[in-house]
């Protein structure tokens, strides 16, 4: 069995980041519009930008939350289509990854 214990805290860590991004972003979509209607535009764009990337964020926070119980488990490292070992490197540079580059 494979010490994850570096990975594990990276992934803490990048969680805490992701989990401050989003809430940074929730903050950003709850004030209150412009009256103007020139800048009421822009600030829709904006909002559509920030809510895509508040999308993907949660995205990203769900693939980390899910690694972190699989190294909690015993499951971590393991390609969930073929069942062989995930290659360290995969891991090191995807650290969510949940297939081996054969499945990828």
Do not use: F
């Amino acid at each position: 069995m494979t010490d994850y214990d570096e990975i594990k805290s990276e992934l803490q860590a990048k969680l805490k980041q992701l989990v401050s991004r989003v809430e940074s972003i929730e903050a950003d979509l709850s004030e209150t519009p412009e009256d103007d209607w020139e800048e009421r535009a822009t600030e829709l764009e904006d909002e559509e930008v920030l809510s895509s990337v508040g999308n993907v964020t949660l995205e990203e926070i769900q693939q980390i939350k899910q690694a972190l119980h699989q190294i909690d488990n015993g499951t971590y490292g393991t390609c969930t289509r073929c069942g062989k070992d995930i290659p360290h490197g995969r891991l090191e540079a995807l650290p969510y990854a949940v297939t081996c580059t054969q499945c990828a």
